[in-house]
Structures are given as structure tokens and as C-alpha cells.
């Protein structure tokens, strides 16, 4: 564990031979002392409970020794600060109740308080920042994201109603994202005044968009939150492909989070050096065996040898049935 290197790389400024590393969804179902803790508590009890919220977080800084920490939550928590009901079943996801599919849905949506809804989250910053010195990454989903979660009302196989609407009424579907835009906005300034050293705003189903489309409602949006925050580096993820990091980084982030299905050394080509890039490892790698995860995590750190502004991670959240030895073989091929 490193505590400067992470924040040193979203600067440019990490000469140290090696890249800071961490995971995305690292404290999840594939520890088993997070699992342990699932057995007692409801994922959302978890979310809840600011002592629990700090516990979790930092099972994978104790167990892998991460050089950046995230704080356990969920995007769709503020689904709640909404005023609609959010659950998550086994076997399908979170389902959001009711659905926002009109114009008048929306106006319901404005004028809420995200207190006390989101003060868990907040306390459970304060409370990691009074226990650990490891930098710690606040997060939100992006505005477009989570108009599709609560659009199609939870876990989504295809952007049916968010598409439908986007034909229909551009209008009010640019009033929904800005409005998500603003209390995201709002929700992430909260975050950074309870001590996060870092945002990452996920964008996971923006790659579902046409690029011109998510240029104005994906990016559009991205960019209103921006406008409106706080100081605080920023890392935009999304899936790519290429076309989506170039219209990303136009907003001009200290990092963008790529998906592994596409080139970091080529984007640092495209994109020039004046940006961290996060990334990309397959997270079906970390599925096979520690030979086979130190063999591809050589290569990704080869590729990307030198580069001061490279923070080392997944090309997207780690998958529940990954084998903690592989996950240490990572982290101790990093840190060699
Ligand atoms: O059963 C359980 O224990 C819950 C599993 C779980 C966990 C551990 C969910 C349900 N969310 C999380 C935590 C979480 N979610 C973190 C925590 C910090 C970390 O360790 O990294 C983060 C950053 C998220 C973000 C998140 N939630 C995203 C964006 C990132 C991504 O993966 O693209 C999304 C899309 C969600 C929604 C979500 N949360 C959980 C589920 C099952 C889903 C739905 C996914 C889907 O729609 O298919």
C-alpha cells in the first residue's frame, strides 16, 4: 500500500516506477468476509449503516493492501433521496418502484432534500477518514445511467422506455437528465466536503447510446455536473468504445476509466498525456489461475511502463466468482 501514488498519478506527477492500483466493486461477493457480512445484514442494511459502510470498505485496503479505497455504496441509492422505493432481489437486481416514465414524473422528482436520505454515505466518509490514511474515491452514477435505472425501473436488458422517450420528447428527457445532473452535482459537492480525496461518476450504460446522442444527453449532462462541483479530481468511466473516451475527455477530467475491450496505449496516442488513464485489465482474467493473471497483468504494465499518469485497475467491476488468490496475484504483480 501506497497512500501518495493514486493521487500523485491523477496529477501526472507519479515518477515511482509503478502504478497505483486498485478494483472496481473491490468489497463485494467475492470476499468471503464480505459475504460473512451479507449472511447477517441485507446489502442495503450495509448501505445504511455508516459503522458498517466503513467496515466494508476497508476489508479489501486490509486484505490486498489497495493503494486507494472505495467508499461501499451504490448509485442507486439516490433513487431513495428521490422519494421512490429501491430493492435489490437475488437473482435480479435492484427494481425501482415506481418508474419515471413521463413529464409529470419528473416534476415530482424536483425540490427534494438529499438529507437525510444520503447522510449515511457522508457519515460513513467521515468516518473512514477519522480510521484510514488511504485515499479515498467518492462516487455517483452518471446523470444519463441513472435516468435509464429509473426509467426502466431497475435492472435492464435493453433501453426500451429510455429510447422510446428519447424519440417521443427530447425535451423532458433533457429536463430528466439536467435535473439528475443537478443533484448530483449537489450529492457529490456533500462528499467532498465529508473528506473524499477523489470522484468517480459511472456512466455504465452510456456505450448503449448512439455517440451523437450521448454526446448531447450522456456528455451534455456529465458536463452540468462538472460545471457545479467542488475542487476534486474526477475520473469519468464508461465502456467505450474509442469515440466515447474522445468525447469524455473533451470535458477535461484528471482521469478517464477505460473498459477492456479497448487500447490504453492507443488512447494515450489519441488523447495526449495531459490525462490519467484507468484501466483495463478483462475481469474474466482474474477468473483463471495466478500464472495466468501475472502473465496478462505483465503485459498491461509493459504497455503502460513509465507513464506517470496510469492508475492500474479492471476494464470494469470485479465478478463475485473471482478466487481471492488471483486477486492477490494481482495486487503483488502490481506492487513488484
Ligand atoms: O448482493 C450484494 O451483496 C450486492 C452486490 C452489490 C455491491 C457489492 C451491488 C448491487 N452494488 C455493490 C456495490 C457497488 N456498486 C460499489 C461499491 C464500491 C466498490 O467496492 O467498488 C460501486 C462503485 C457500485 C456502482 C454500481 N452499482 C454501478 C456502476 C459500476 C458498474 O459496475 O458499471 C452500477 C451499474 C450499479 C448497480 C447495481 N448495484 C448492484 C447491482 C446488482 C446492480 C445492477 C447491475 C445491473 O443493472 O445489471
Known sequence: MNNTLFLQALRGENRSGRPPVWLMRQAGRYMP??????????????????????KVTLLPIQEFGFDAAIIFSDILLIAEAFGLS????????????????????????????????????????????????????????????????????????????TTEWVERDPASFQALVDLIADYTAAYINLQIEAGIDAVQLFDSWAHLLQPDIFSRFGAGSIKRVLTQ????????????????????????????????????????????????????LDPNILLTNTS???????????????????????GHGILPATPVENVHAFVECVHS
Open 33 to 54: 468476509a464480505y459475504r460473512a457480512l451479507r449472511e447477517k445484514h441485507s446489502f442495503l442494511e450495509l448501505c445504511h449503516d455508516p459503522s458498517l459502510i466503513t
Open 86 to 161: 429501491l430493492r435489490f432481489e437475488e437473482g435480479v437486481g435492484p427494481i425501482i418502484d415506481p418508474p419515471v416514465r413521463s413529464h409529470a414524473d419528473v416534476a415530482k422528482l424536483k425540490g427534494r432534500s438529499l438529507l437525510p436520505t444520503l447522510s449515511c454515505v457522508l457519515e460513513g466518509i467521515r468516518l473512514f477518514k477519522k480510521e484510514s490514511s488511504v485515499p479515498l474515491i467518492g462516487f455517483a452514477g452518471a446523470p444519463f445511467t441513472i435516468a435509464s435505472y429509473l426509467i426502466e425501473g431497475g435492472s435492464f436488458s435493453g433501453l426500451k422506455y
Open 229 to 280: 462541483l467542488k475542487t476534486c479530481p474526477v475520473i469519468l468511466f464508461c465502456r467505450g468504445p474509442e469515440p466515447y473516451y474522445e468525447i469524455l475527455s473533451g470535458l477535461q477530467p484528471a482521469g478517464l476509466s477505460i473498459g477492456w475491450d479497448t487500447s490504453m496505449v492507443a488512447l494515450r496516442k489519441s488523447l495526449g498525456q495531459g490525462i490519467a488513464l484507468q484501466g483495463n
Open 292 to 314: 495466468t493473471v501475472k502473465r496478462e497483468t505483465l503485459k498491461l504494465l509493459k504497455s503502460m511502463q513509465g507513464d506517470p499518469r496510469f492508475i492500474c485497475n479492471l
